[in-house]
Every structure is written in structure tokens, then in C-alpha cells.
């Protein structure tokens, strides 16, 4: 069910208790991190002799250094500012010497969080990243995230710089991410991730669409000898959402003149259920087989492959590759139906569930080298996509069964796949100017990729007659097959105008097929003022052209009290309620930072941004009532008879809005030792942020395209704050790691339910999610220098969002789901081993 399961209330029973343990949750954690401080000022007082360790930071990472010892991994728990970063520039460049905002996020930061997959990970180690709490039927499935509270589908992924396919599997359900396509980084092997950095600056000018928010580049191991073994086990407070993850990774050398890296990951993940009391049905009784579950995590198996290879043919010439290969295997519980529906079939009533079987790879081959009249080269080709077959169990199709007297109860539904074909031929050389005192790096290229996606129509008895519960298949109307040719070229400008100032410059052009030709430039510069001090600056133009399921996707959901319906934006059908063809998104972006390195071991950045976006493709021109069933019937979509027209509605994808986007980011990260009393890697990350809607459109029919909800997904589902603030002690054989969140309040429009407003697209409940604290820790081990055990929590004490009024939930959905705050399964624990060879 589609829109219709994301608000609930704060239960009427007594709840008068829960902000005072709230309180005392927040005081502990506050008291065991200022416990933490006061202990390791009275150390370094104790210790005077020591004060020459206090300096010492742990090395930077090494990426071509092989595996370390588990003890050694542990270390390397802080962001790496010594780093050598390749994204947002094209020179080898210090991430505390960028022009532009540049995270460095070791692997052994990524295990320290205790997460089952990147996503998670990245969320709990940076303010500026966040995820929908809860998806929502199939978008529970993927693993999309979003940076400075914009959508999934703002954010460009690359692997070792090479643009990353995205996901087939369509964002469907109201909040911020609908009608997102975003990159799922959890069919990258995490046991083959060296590091990951984030570019929080616009990028487009330099990698094309989809960079308006920023850059996330997963650089891959490189190493030729040694491996590692983990395993991460753990469930929630509440007993259920087990979930084990299993990694292996290998380095292998090429005859002394290259690498191998081979990895393998297997992940399970259980249910979880945070439904309330059932009212709608009134037949919530937990325990007994009556409940309705839809409010929760999803069930998922995955295996993963990937591997990385590089090879020298000669001194100047490589020949690499890098790929990887996922397998999914996914269950999302739908709303309950009642024993009324179906009794001959189901007595005791029946919960559906949304499957989706994935099938994900991409293959990445190149050669690069240098010398090449004095130019280094690199000539690559990347082919990936993505493959979802989306089912339904445990279900009915009621029509089918009062026409025919017989009804499937599993269902496959339709098929949803992509690929991408990326060509690059890029060139790099540096160029002495009399009138400089320092080269000019000169980097151009192109780029050329052809785009697909495909619909696959459902089985027959999933869409006739009504179709399946909770999602009917797709008929043979809906079913589709685009694609669309980009083709695409650059120029990168660098150098030093004097020693202490920068300046890079970039420009590209690109051509798409379907929506036409864009040009967009960028100019960032930065100042070093002395060695401690520096100020940098950017500004860009950016665009984001519509994705191809954007484009063409249509389908219609089913609850047992309400039925909604997508219509291809580009569609005769969408036309009758006000659609228009879709145009690229137009972005102007702004930056300004100063990078302090105040004293030695003490790193410091603060980052002021602006991100204007024109045209953003919204889902929108919400239609209800007999328009939509008129707008649906165009489509070859049948609504069923049993559900009332005022409860139905049909929308499409639209360039509804124009929106500003302006924050701050501050992070930091301070190094001292404490001589026998171990040393301490202290980290800060704040975000603050904040989206405004500056313009609606109006469809063909003179009607605005968004109503005061879906603005509100836009402008107020994001924290406008996130802090992060904590810090790693180590001691010998031991690691502790601590770190306080706090994330900020949010607010929803919320449908009514209930009373006179109930299902209105026009009248609306506003709701005010209160701001949260979460306390992470893990205790970590080294038994042997190659074998580590830790143990740790993350939401420490099992806190929970606000809960919905009444009014504002169904069939027990208790909490706002279409925000991006702390999630709604409290407390999870969890146990890790780790091996290394």
C-alpha cells in the first residue's frame, strides 16, 4: 500500500513516562561522553612526560599497502585529512588541501558502526548524509540515500571514479524520495571498499548529471597479498530484525607486476514489526495471528561478488578492471486484510507480501598510461544494470475469484530492469606559462552512454479483474522499453596564481537524446593564508535530466480503504489531468568553507552552501475522485468497485517545484595521546540545513502541481540539524568508540484517516517530530595481532520517534515515515570477529 501507511499518532495509553525516560536516556549518554572527557583531561595532567605524543596522528591509509593486522585496522578510525583524494579534482590533491569539501571514510570506520550495509554506515558517520526512515513497500528494497536533504537521484556514485548504474527499482510511495532512482551502494561488496569519499559541492560541471548535491566515490582495495575474514551478528532490543553479515576479501599478486583483490559478502536480514493497535479492522492482537505488520524493516538475503585488478604492460601503461555481481532476495509485509475479504481462502484473513528477486552487476575495463605526447591518458568502458522481478505471496485477486471461482495467491507482478554503456577517453597534462610561476593542469575529455529501461507487464491474473492485493500486476498497457543516447565532453582548468592561491575551472557539454543539450561550468578557488588557515570557495551550474522510469511509469496500488495511480508523465492518459512533457533540472550551487588547522593534530573545516534547483521533477498534479478513475481507465488501469471514488487518486511526475537549499557543515577531528593512558581520535560533524519551496508550477489545467503535503516533503522532512560529536580511546589491545547524535525535528502534512478530512488531498494534519539523541558504542579486542572481537549498540537507548495522532494513522502505522530521522526500530546490538591474513 502506497500513501496510505505512513502516519500514526502517540498512543493514548499512558505514555506520561516516556519523556521523562527520554530525559534520563539523554542525560546518561551526555554523562558517559563527558565522563570519557574528564577522563582523558585528568590523564593528560597525570601524564606531563607524554605531552611530545600528543601530536602523533595514526598514518594516512594506504591503499596499495596490503592487509594490516586487526589491531592495526582498528587504529585507523578517524577521517584521513592526509589522504590523497581524486574526487572533485583532477590532480592528486591532500583532502586538507581541497579546493571544495572532501570527507575521506576509512573501511575500518565503516566496521567500527556495526551496520549490515554502506548505507547505514555512511548515515551514522556523516551529518550531511541521511535516508527515508521507512521506504515503503518495493523502495524498502533498495538502499538509496540522500545528501543535504536532497533527493536519492541528486547524488552521483562512482566507483574508482567511473560513474555507478542506478537502481531499476522506482521510489513509488509520498515523502521525499518519490519517484527516486538512486544508486544502491549495497551491491558493492563492502569487504572490497578501501575508503569512500564525499564531494558535498555541486559537481555536474565536471561529471555530468546527477552531481547537483554532490559526489559519493567508492575507491576500491588495491592490495597484492593478504585478506580478511568478519562476521557481524546482532537483532534489536525488541527481539526480532536479526541480521548477520559475513565478509571474505582477498589481495592477490600478479607476477610482481600487478593485483587481484577478490571479495564476497552474504547478508540476511530478518523482519521487524512496529505496528500499533489495528483500528481500522479492530483485529490487532499480537501473538495470536491478527496484526497487521507493514510497519517495519523488510527480510532480505544477499550474496555479493566483486573484485578489482590492476596489470602493467610496461612502466607507463596499466591495464585494470573492477567489477561486481549482486543477488537479492527481498520480502516487505503489506496491510493485513480482514477474514471478509476472502473467507473460502483465507478464514483467519492473510498479510501479502511484496517480493522483489534482484539481479545486480557491472563490469568496469580500462587502460591508462602516460607519456603519450606528453599526455597521461585513461581509456575505459563500464557496462551495468539492474534486474528486478517483483512478486506478491499470500495474496488474492477477489475480482478473479467471484468471476471464475479460483484465485492465485502468489503473483508475479511485473519486471523492472536497466542498463548503462559508459565509453570515457579522458587526457591530463600540465602545461608552464611564462606569465605563471606554477603549471597549468590541463584535463579534457569525453564521454559517451547509452541509457535503457524496460517494463515487463505482470502474469495475467495479477491485473485482471481488479488484479492482486495490495498491488495489482501491471496489464500489457503499462509495459514499456525506452532508452535514450548521452554523449558528453569536459574541460579542467588548474593552477596556482601564486603559491598560497588556486584556482580550478571546468566547463562541460552534454547532449541527451530525449530532453536535449545542457552546459554548465564551475570555478572554485581557495586561499592559503598561512599554513593554519585557509578560505576556499566555489560556485557552479548543475542539471539533472529526468531518469527513463520518470519518463515512462505507470502503475496503480491498492489498500483495502484506498487506491492510487501513476501515470506515465509523458502519456495521453497523464495529459487529462494536467501533465506536461518533462524537462532537466536546472541547479545553481554556492560554497564558501575556511579550513583551520589551528594546532598540531587539530583539523578543522566550516562550510557554508546554497543549492538553487529550477524545474524539480516532483510526483504531483494529484487528481482524486471520479478524474482520476476517468485518468486511470485511459490507462488501462481498473479500479475496483469496492473502494469509494473520494479514496481514490492518480498523479504523475512533473517539473513542479523550484527549491533553496542552504546549510552549514563543520567537522573536525583532533588527535591526542595520554602516554600509558592510551590516545583518543576525537571527530565533530554538524550539518545545518534547510529547504524552502520558492515556486510552484501550474499544470495544463491551471492547477497548481503540489498541495501543502507533498511541499512539505520537499521543504520539511529533513532534519534541519544533525550533530554527530564522539571520539575512538585505545589502549594496547583495547578500542572503545562513542559518539552522541542528535538529530533535529522535522514536520509532516499528514492525511487524515479519520473524521470529515479523511484521504483529502487538500486538508491536512500538521505534525511536529520532536528531536532526538542516539548513543552508538562498540568495545573492541585484539585477542591476537590478527584476530579482534568487539561488541556494541547502536541507539543505545532504544529511542523512538514521536508517535502520529490519531487521525493521522491506518490499520496501525504509529510513526511519520516520510522523514529522514533516527528510524523506527530502536536499539539493535550486534557481535564482531574478525580475521586477518
Known amino acids: 500500500m502506497r500513501g496510505n501507511n505512513r502516519n500514526s499518532w502517540n498512543n493514548r495509553n499512558n505514555r506520561a513516562t516516556r519523556p521523562i525516560i527520554g530525559v534520563r536516556r539523554t542525560v546518561l549518554s551526555v554523562a558517559v561522553l563527558a565522563a570519557t572527557c574528564n577522563s582523558v583531561a585528568w590523564a593528560q595532567s597525570a601524564a606531563p612526560t607524554q605531552a611530545s605524543d600528543a601530536g602523533t596522528a595514526p598514518a594516512a591509509a594506504q591503499p596499495n599497502a596490503g592487509a594490516s593486522t586487526a589491531g592495526q585496522s582498528a587504529t585507523a578510525n578517524t577521517v584521513q585529512q592526509d589522504t590523497v583524494v581524486v574526487t572533485g579534482t583532477r590532480t592528486d590533491t591532500k583532502a586538507s588541501q581541497s579546493l571544495t569539501p572532501v570527507d575521506v571514510i576509512s573501511g575500518a570506520q565503516l566496521r567500527a558502526t556495526g551496520q549490515s550495509n554502506l548505507r547505514d554506515a555512511l548515515v551514522q558517520l556523516s551529518p550531511s548524509i541521511s535516508h527515508v526512515t521507512y521506504g515503503g513497500d518495493a523502495a524498502l528494497l533498495t538502499d538509496a540515500l540522500s545528501l543535504h536533504g536532497l533527493s536519492p537521484d541528486h547524488v552521483l556514485v562512482l566507483v574508482n571514479g567511473k560513474r555507478r548504474h542506478s537502481t531499476a527499482n522506482i521510489s513509488l510511495d509520498p515523502g521525499p524520495n518519490q519517484g527516486a532512482t538512486g544508486v544502491d551502494i549495497d551491491t558493492i561488496p563492502v569487504g572490497l571498499v578501501d575508503h569512500i569519499e564525499v564531494l558535498r559541492d555541486g559537481a555536474a560541471a565536471q561529471y555530468g548529471s546527477d552531481a547537483i548535491a554532490g559526489v559519493i566515490n567508492i575507491i576500491l582495495k588495491k592490495n597484492s597479498h593478504g585478506g580478511e575474514l568478519q562476521s557481524t551478528n546482532g537483532q534489536t532490543y525488541a527481539g526480532d530484525g536479526f541480521s548477520t553479515t559475513n565478509s571474505a576479501s582477498v589481495g592477490l599478486d600478479l607476477g610482481g607486476k600487478g593485483f587481484l583483490d577478490l571479495a564476497a559478502d552474504y547478508v540476511r536480514q530478518n523482519h521487524t514489526v512496529r505496528t500499533g493497535p489495528d483500528d481500522y479492522f479492530g483485529t490487532f492482537q499480537p501473538g495470536h495471528g491478527y496484526y497487521n505488520p507493514i510497519l517495519g524493516s523488510p527480510a532480505s538475503t544477499r550474496e555479493s561478488v566483486g573484485y578489482n585488478a590492476g596489470y602493467y604492460l610496461g612502466d607507463d601503461v596499466e591495464l585494470y578492471g573492477f567489477g561486481t555481481y549482486t543477488h537479492r532476495d527481498s520480502q516487505a509485509y503489506q496491510n493485513y486484510r480482514p477474514p471478509s475479504v476472502l473467507p473460502e481462502i483465507y478464514p483467519n484473513g492473510f498479510v501479502p507480501a511484496e517480493t522483489v528477486n534482484e539481479n545486480d552487476f557491472s563490469v568496469t575495463t580500462g587502460i591508462k598510461g602516460q607519456n603519450l605526447f606528453g599526455w597521461s591518458w585513461d581509456l575505459s568502458s563500464t557496462y551495468g544494470g539492474d534486474h528486478d522481478s517483483i512478486g506478491m505471496t499470500d495474496s488474492a485477486n477477489t475480482g478473479l475469484y467471484a468471476a471464475q471461482g479460483y484465485t492465485p495467491t502468489s503473483f508475479h507482478l511485473a519486471t523492472v530492469s536497466n542498463t548503462q554503456l559508459t565509453n570515457n577517453l579522458d587526457f591530463s597534462r600540465a602545461f608552464q606559462l611564462p606569465v605563471l610561476s606554477a603549471p597549468v593542469n590541463v584535463s579534457w575529455g569525453v564521454e559517451q552512454r547509452r541509457e535503457t529501461y524496460s517494463v515487463g507487464a505482470g502474469d495475467y491474473a495479477s491485473y485482471i ?43 562541460r557539454f552534454e547532449h541527451y537524446s530525449d530532453v536535449g543539450s545542457t552546459t554548465n561550468g564551475k570555478l572554485a578557488t581557495r586561499y592559503d593564508f598561512t599554513p593554519k588557515f585557509a578560505i576556499r570557495g566555489s560556485v557552479s551550474t548543475g542539471f539533472r535530466a529526468p531518469s527513463l522510469a520518470e519518463e515512462y511509469y505507470s502503475n496503480i496500488n491498492e489498500s ?99 527549491t533553496r537549499t542552504r546549510g552549514l557543515d563543520l567537522t573536525g577531528s583532533y588527535h591526542t595521546g595520554f602516554g600509558r593512558y592510551g590516545q583518543v581520535d576525537w571527530d565533530l560533524g554538524v550539518n545545518l540545513n534547510t529547504t524552502s519551496v520558492t515556486h510552484v508550477a501550474n499544470g495544463a489545467n491551471g492547477a497548481p502541481e503540489l498541495n501543502a503535503q507533498q511541499i512539505g516533503f520537499l521543504s520539511t522532512s529533513t532534519p534541519k540539524n544533525k550533530i554527530i560529536i564522539g571520539g575512538t580511546w585505545r589502549l594496547d589491545k583495547w578500542g572503545v568508540s562513542l559518539h552522541e547524535t542528535r538529530y533535529g525535528s522535522t514536520s509532516t502534512e499528514a492525511t487524515y484517516f479519520a473524521g470529515p478530512n479523511a484521504f483529502s488531498t487538500t486538508q491536512f494534519l500538521h505534525f511536529e517530530n520532536a528531536a532526538r539523541y542516539i548513543t552508538d558504542v562498540e568495545v573492541r579486542y585484539d585477542v591476537t595481532k590478527k584476530f579482534q572481537i568487539a561488541v556494541g549498540a547502536n541507539n543505545l537507548f532504544d529511542v523512538y520517534p514521536n508517535k502520529l495522532p490519531y487521525a493521522a494513522q491506518l490499520e496501525g502505522s504509529q510513526y511519520d515515515t516520510a522523514v529522514s530521522s533516527i528510524g523506527i526500530n530502536g536499539g539493535f546490538y550486534y557481535a564482531r570477529a574478525r580475521y586477518v591474513f
Open 465 to 507: 479483474f481488479g488484479g492482486s492485493q495490495a498491488l495489482p500486476g501491471l496489464a500489457p498497457v503499462s509495459a514499456s522499453d525506452s532508452s535514450r543516447n548521452v554523449l558528453g565532453t569536459y574541460i579542467d582548468l588548474s593552477t596556482h596564481l601564486t603559491s598560497q592561491w588556486t584556482v580550478d575551472l571546468a566547463g
Open 560 to 658: 483495502p480503504a484506498s487506491v492510487s495511480g501513476l501515470l506515465a508523465a509523458n502519456s495521453a492518459a497523464a495529459k487529462l489531468i494536467g501533465a506536461q512533457p518533462l524537462q532537466s533540472e536546472k541547479s545553481t550551487n554556492y560554497n564558501i568553507g575556511f579550513v583551520l588547522t589551528p594546532a598540531q593534530g587539530l583539523h578543522l573545516t566550516l562550510d557554508a552552501y546554497q543549492i538553487d534547483i529550477r524545474n524539480r521533477i516532483v510526483e504531483g498534479g494529484t487528481a482524486a475522485g471520479e478524474a482520476a478513475i476517468a485518468a486511470m481507465a485511459a490507462a488501462g488501469l481498473s479500479v475496483p468497485s469496492s473502494v469509494p471514488a473520494s479514496a481514490v487518486s492518480a498523479s504523475y511526475f512533473t517539473n513542479g517545484a523550484s
